[in-house]
């Protein structure tokens, strides 16, 4: 499995733009990247997917580069309630395979 | 919509006991996870069910065991509980699509357990 690095924490003020980056310099040709948000005491919660280029959807942006190394979560216009850990994981999709969970980014925001 | 469904959601038990969790899944979902997060830790795999056949295990310990039953909701059983299995245990389910559809697993609201 590619193993994932991403920084231990971060912190924002509510309103900005968050970019989470992520290196998997081992991602192998079938991998896609998969980010998860966990709140304390709560299951993990998916946010977004993406196997190469740029993924959007109603709550975050996957931009991946060509040689897929790496790949930037970015939470527009974050809010109080966007604190939480994040955790970019990296696997084959489509199959009954387990999630591995690295060391996620605790995200501070505050106001 | 429905979600994974826990329980119990809380159970204190005491050393060398026993204890069994239960995880329904989201209906029509034909895969179940097992994951353990212990304090201040990141969540760990444990065993995954796929169609009531077990599909994958993780650092299970030997004192656990798991199965998925015919309405597809499974159960993790836990004996000669120790201190160190105090934790936060999730139930995961997903539905296996083909290749390059959007693949998620759905996280229930997870059991505490504590032992004493």
């Known amino acids: 499995l590619a193993k994932t690095t991403q920084p231990i924490s971060m912190d924002s003020y509510e309103g900005q733009e968050v970019n989470i980056t992520c290196s998997h310099n081992n991602i ?30 109603e709550v975050a942006s996957l931009f991946i580069p060509a040689d897929r190394k ?7 216009r974050v809010s109080l309630s966007d ?9 084959e999709a489509g199959t009954a395979s ?3 969970f690295g060391t996620g980014t605790r995200l501070q925001v505050t106001l | 919509a429905a979600g994974v469904i826990q329980s119990p959601r809380h159970l204190i038990k005491e050393k060398r006991e026993t204890a069994t969790l239960k995880c329904y899944p989201i209906p029509r979902h034909d ?3 097992w994951y353990q997060q212990g304090p201040g830790q ?7 069910f796929y169609e009531k056949m077990q599909s994958d295990k993780g650092s299970i310990p030997d004192r656990f ?33 083909g290749a390059g559809e959007i693949y998620e697993q759905f996280f229930g609201p997870g059991t505490r357990l504590t032992v004493l």
């Open chain 1, 28 to 57: 192998a040709t079938n991998d896609y990247i998969t980010w998860y948000q966990q709140f304390p005491s709560q299951g993990p919660r998916f946010i977004i997917q993406g196997y190469k280029t740029k993924v959007t959807n």
């Open chain 1, 70 to 76: 790496s790949s930037t979560l970015s939470l527009p």
């Open chain 1, 83 to 91: 604190t939480a850990v994040y955790y970019c994981l990296v696997g």
């Open chain 1, 98 to 100: 387990k999630l591995t």
């Open chain 2, 31 to 33: 895969t179940v996870y």
């Open chain 2, 42 to 48: 990141d969540p760990q795999f444990l065993i995954s």
């Open chain 2, 65 to 97: 065991s798991a199965q998925q039953f015919s309405d597809y909701h499974s159960e993790l059983n836990m004996s000669s509980l120790e201190l160190g299995d105090s934790a936060l245990y999730f139930c995961a389910s997903s539905l296996t699509d």
